[in-house]
RNA sequence: GUGGGAUUAGCUCAGUUGGUUAGAGCAUUGGUUUGUGGUGCCGAGGGUCACGGGUUCGAGCCCCGCAUCCCACCCCA
C-alpha cells in the first residue's frame, strides 16, 4: 500500500465540510470588507522567498521544499502565501499605478519540518494583503477583520500586539540589543550567539530559561519607538479600545518573517497544544521594495486553517432534499427517472435496490434527507408516488406529474 | 534535526507472567410479527495484531530495525 509523504493529509468527509465551511465564511467577510480574491502559483523562484522571508528566518534556513526544475531553474513550494500576493501585485505592475489594492487569498503552504499536532509539511492558509494603505487604521482592520472571522465561526482566542519600529528606530534599538548581548555574551545559549549575528530581534524570542531571565534587563522596542512608531502603536491601542478589541501587549513578539515593521500581532489559542498560533500578521512596508517595486505601504495576516479546524462551531445540519427508493423490483426504472428528473432543481440520492418500507426510511434518515419517497405495489397501480416529509412527519401521495 | 510515547476490525479501544480459534462498543450488512425512520429484537461479514528481522517448542505480548502519528524542544499558521 502506497501511503501519502509525511505531514501531508487527505481532506474529505466531515473534515472537508469544516474545511469548505471556513473558507466560505472567511471569504464571505473579506468580501465584505472590499477585499478581491488572488490565486498565486503553489511554485516560485526561490529567490522570491530568500529576499523576502529572509536568509535568516528558519523557514528559508531549513523548511523549504527547494529543488532544481528541469530547466535548471532553482524553484521552491511557496512556505507562505504573502511572497507571491506581493510579487504579483509588482510584476502586474499595481505599484506603478498607484491606489489601493486589496488580496485575499486561500491555498496550500509547504514546510518541510517535524509533524506534530497543528503542524504539517502541507498545510493551508486564509490570508489577506492590502497595499497602499499607510495608516495604522489598516492594521486596525486587518485585527478586526481576524476577529470578526474566528466570531464568525465561534473561535475564542487571546490577541497578542506588538511593535517592531521602523527603518527610524529599528536600526539604533538594534545595535543597542546588540551591546547589551555582547555583554551578557558569555552567559546566553547558542542559539542566541548566533542570533545576535543574524537576526538579534530573536533572541527577546528565546526560550532558554537562563536566557529569559537575562533578557527581562534588556532594552525594549516598545521604549525605543520613534515618534511616528510610537504614534500609530498608540493609536492602534485606541482603535482597538474603541472596538472592543481585547489585547495584550507582547514586547518580545517579534515576528519569524524578516520582512514586518511597526504593527505586529498574533492570535493564539489555548485549546489546540502547543501549536497555539491561529492566525499572524502584520505591517510590510520595506517588502514591495526589497522586491523591486515601487515603495508600497502594506499590511496583511494569515490564518493556519488546520490550526483552527477542531475549534470551528459547524452550524446545525438541516434536513436537505429528497430520497428515492422503490419496494417492488418492478417500481427501480420509473425511481430513477424520476431521480434524474428531480436533480434538475434539488439534492435527491437514489437508492438502486428494492426494500421495504422500513429500510428505505432509515436510509433516507441516514442521510439526511428532509423527504423520502417510495413506489411500491400500490403506487404502481395508481400512477402515485408516496412522499413522507421526516422533519414534520407528513406523508401523502402525488400524483407522478404533480412530483 | 534531537528526545519521549503510541500503533490490535472501517472508527474508538480491551487483550492477564509469552500458551488452543485475538475480543467489545459503534459502524457496515442480512433477517424480523409480511408498508412507517432517527430509538426494538436476532444473525453475519470484517484482522498479515503498522511493516521487516530476531529470541523461543510457542510472540499481539520480549529484543533490534523501520514507517507513521502523538508529545516536548526548535520554530511557526
New binding site residues.
Partial sequence: ?I???????DILSEDYERFTYFINTATHIAQKYGFHFIETPLLEETALFKRSVGES???VG??MYQFIDKGENDVCLRP?G?AGVVRAFIQKKLDKAGGIHRFFYHGA?F???????????Q???F?VESFGVESVYEDATMIIMVSDILQAVGIGYRLQINSLGDTNCMPEYRNGLVNFIEIHEDKICE?CQR?KVTNPI?VL????ENCKIIYKEAPKLINNLCSSCQDDFDKLKQILDANKITYEIDTNL????DYYSKTAF???SDN??????????GRYDRLVEFLDGRPTPAVG????????MELIVMPEIK?EGYYLGA?DEEAVDLIVTLTHKKRKTAKVTCDY?A????????????I???F?C????????NGTI?V??????T?Y?LSLEDF
Fill in positions: 500500500m501511503n501519502s509523504l509525511r505531514g501531508m493529509n528566518s528558519d523557514i531549513k523548511e507562505e504573502t503552504m514546510r518541510y519540518e517535524r509533524p506534530q499536532k497543528g503542524r504539517l509539511r498545510f493551508h492558509q490570508g542559539d542570533r530573536r524570542d528565546c526560550k532558554n517579534v515576528r519569524g518573517l498574533e492570535f493564539v489546540i497544544g502547543s501549536q497555539s498560533a491561529i492566525a499572524g500578521g495576516f494569515a490564518m493556519g486553517i488546520e490550526r483552527l434536513r419496494m435496490k426494500k421495504n418500507l422500513k429500510n428505505h426510511l432509515k436510509n433516507a434518515d441516514k439526511n434527507a428532509q423520502c417510495v413506489i411500491g405495489t400500490d403506487e404502481m397501480a408516496w413522507k416529509d421526516l422533519e414534520n412527519k406523508e401521495a
